[in-house]
């Protein structure tokens, strides 16, 4: 069975958001037609979001770090991003004009410890309930969009891979930080090398 997997398509990814990532916006409408496909398809459709403590440590604020420069956090690389995806707050909140989602699985609710991929956190430690939901599920086959391309769809992607999944990556629904030159494109190279089959999503 099929499952589409939309990653933290949320407010402060967007447009004039916290953690604005370039042209975010305009996959709003790519994910919109796909929910409506899976839809009449009567195929999962799970929505992913980023869901932070105020206190949490990826925060430069909280760990006295500047925006945008790395380090380490309890002994692992982190980025040190700006205050974004506080829980309940405005900024975590789906895009406006996203179509309504039944199934949410939030990441990134330990202050202590980062968490990209929408099944693990950056320390594989502690597991999300997306791989439970998916094998009850019986989903085997996994399309996957979202922002952005270079963390949370990329790490999101590869766990996905790791777990045995089959999965497309809808090249044009997904849009990237690029903190360094390329790593959107960079990413996408990786997951296509470690299996991912990459698409479009007029292709779908
Ligand atoms: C993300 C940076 C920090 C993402 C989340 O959704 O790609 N990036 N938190
Ligand atoms: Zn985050």
Not at 43 to 58: A, F, L, N, R, V
Not at 104 to 119: H, L, M, Q, T
């Amino acid at each position: 069975m099929n499952g589409l997997i939309l990653v933290d398509i949320q407010k402060d990814f967007c447009k004039n958001g916290a953690l604005e990532v370039k042209d975010g916006d305009t996959i709003v409408p790519i994910a919109n037609k796909l929910i409506e496909l899976f839809k009449e398809k009567g195929e999962m459709i799970i929505g992913t979001k980023d869901w932070h403590p105020s206190s949490h440590k990826s925060f430069a604020v909280n760990s006295d770090q500047k925006i945008g420069e790395a380090g380490q956090l309890n002994g692992l690389y982190q980025i040190w991003w700006p205050v974004h995806c506080v829980q309940n707050e405005n900024g975590a909140e789906f895009h406006s004009k996203l179509h309504p989602i039944e199934n949410i699985v939030y990441k990134g609710e330990n202050p202590e410890i980062d968490s990209y991929s929408a099944f693990f956190d950056n320390g594989k430690k502690h597991k999300t309930s997306l791989d439970d939901i998916l094998k009850k599920n019986n989903i085997d086959t996994l399309y996957i969009m979202g922002l952005a391309t270079d963390y949370c769809v990329k790490f999101t992607v590869l766990d996905a891979l790791e777990l045995g999944y089959k999965v497309y990556l809808i090249e044009d629904g997904c849009k990237g930080v690029d903190i360094f030159p390329e790593d959107s494109k960079k990413a996408i190279n990786e997951m296509k090398n470690k299996g991912a089959v990459i698409i479009n999503s007029n292709n779908i």
